[in-house]
Every structure is written in C-alpha cells, then in structure tokens.
C-alpha cells in the first residue's frame, strides 16, 4: 500500500526570512490527518534567505536530523558545539533532557535549501549529543546515512529506524526490499520519480506499508530520502 502526501498539501510558513513547507503538523499547521508516520514526526523543507536563520532555541526528547540540499547551514549549540553543515553533511542532534541552538545560513550571498526531519526517540531522557558526517553521493545507489547502530559509518539515531539517501540521475533505478513488517517514507528533495510506477515530484512524500519491494526510477535528475522504520 503506498500512500502519497502531495508537496502542495503541505501546510506553510512563509515570513521575511524563511519558507517553510510542513509535511506534517509542525508549530501553527496543525492536520489530524498528518501527525507524523511511526516514529517519524517532522519533515520540514526549509528555505533561507541570505544571512538569516532560527535565533536560539530549545529542543527536549526529539532526535532532530539535518539534511543539507543547498547552500551551508551555520550550527551552534549548548554542548559547545560550532559547525557548518553542507551538501553532503548530515547531522544529529539528539536534544534528550535539552539543549538549545541556533541555526543560519551560513552565507551572506547564497540562499539555504534544507530538510529538517524529527524522530521520535525509543525512550525520553537522553543526554544530549551531536553528531556530523560527511558522505559522498554515489548517484544511483541508496546510501545508509543513518541508523539505530551507526552501521556502516552512518549516524546514530535512537531509534530503530534506517535512513537511505540517494542522489539518481534521469533513469537511475534503486531497488530496496523492506523486511517483513517494517513501514517506509519516501521523500523526494527533488527531481521527479516514481515509486512502485506512481510519480513523485520534488516535496511529495509516500507512506509505504506492506509493499514486498520498491522500485524508485528517476524521472529526471533527482535525490530522495527514504526512511525504514518499525
């Protein structure tokens, strides 16, 4: 079964400094229908004008996932962390018990294009942490960027989830065959694909449950990310 979550359903914010496009409920969008998929809570598609970004702020009991599209984000935090994160980089932040940071682009010429993702994690009251890694993009290949173990020089994330990314260029194909049980989101960052023969374009998501295997074909040059979950 693969259920399609539309980019222009997204819920919005749109101020001086930012466009920000909701996949699920996130601060003042608020949809019963769209409050997460298992334990994947947020999937944010921000955009960020030259020199701005988010003042500090607090977090507590979420795994928050940085994926970079565009540009370079400047990342402080109460841990004493200082770091940029580019296309290429993705981040954790675990903000367990709290912690606080602040987020902007790292540009003063150059607009950001990212995804900020939230994940439940498997139990509240984790200490804080952060965590980077770079990855080189294999286009045509799912790359594991995150997991519960760290395997395979991916990032820890506390719960039981796989993250894969994946940059495709028009024609590339993935194949990914879930184990029994387990529940897929497909996010396309952009480009277009289809998923299982149905199209997805840049901003759509799909809900994939009890599907034997997925089949992803570029319809142009695309990138998506694909999360496993239980």
């Given at each position: 079964m ?9 819920g919005?914010t749109?101020?001086?400094?930012l ?6 409920s996130f601060?003042?969008y608020f949809?019963?229908?769209h409050?997460?998929?298992r334990a ?9 004008v030259p020199g701005?970004?988010f ?5 507590r ?8 599209l565009?540009?370079?984000i ?10 940029v ?12 018990t ?10 003063e010429d150059e607009?950001?294009?990212f995804?900020?993702i ?14 980077q890694?770079s990855?080189a ?6 790359r594991?960027?995150g ?6 020089g991916s990032?820890?994330?506390?719960q039981?989830?796989?993250?894969h990314a994946a940059v495709l ?10 184990a029994?049980d ?6 396309v960052a952009?480009?277009?694909v289809?998923?299982?023969g149905?199209?997805?374009r840049?901003?759509?998501g ?5 599907e034997?295997s ?9 990138e998506?990310?694909l999360?496993?979950l239980a």
């Amino acid at each position: 079964m693969i259920a399609i979550r539309p980019a222009a359903e997204r819920g919005r914010t749109e101020i001086d400094w930012l466009d920000s496009r909701h996949t699920f409920s996130f601060g003042e969008y608020f949809d019963p229908r769209h409050m997460g998929f298992r334990a994947l809570r947020v999937i944010n598609e921000d955009r960020v004008v030259p020199g701005a970004g988010f003042p500090t702020h607090g977090h507590r009991n979420m795994e928050i996932v940085t994926y970079v599209l565009d540009g370079a984000i400047a990342h402080k935090d109460s841990l004493g962390t200082g770091s940029v994160i580019r296309p290429g980089e993705v981040q954790r932040m675990t903000a367990g018990t709290g912690i606080r940071h602040s987020e902007f682009n790292h540009s003063e010429d150059e607009p950001l294009h990212f995804l900020q993702i939230w994940i439940l994690p498997e139990k509240d009251g984790l200490p804080p942490g952060y965590e980077q890694k770079s990855f080189a993009k294999q286009p045509g290949a799912l790359r594991l960027v995150g997991s519960r173990d760290g395997r395979d020089g991916s990032i820890t994330v506390h719960q039981d989830v796989d993250i894969h990314a994946a940059v495709l260029r028009t024609g590339d194909a993935v194949d990914f065959a879930p184990a029994p049980d387990r529940h897929m989101w497909v996010q396309v960052a952009r480009g277009a694909v289809t998923l299982n023969g149905q199209a997805l374009r840049q901003g759509d998501g799909a809900a994939v449950s009890k599907e034997p295997s997925l089949k992803i074909v570029a319809q142009e040059d695309a990138e998506i990310v694909l999360f496993d979950l239980a």
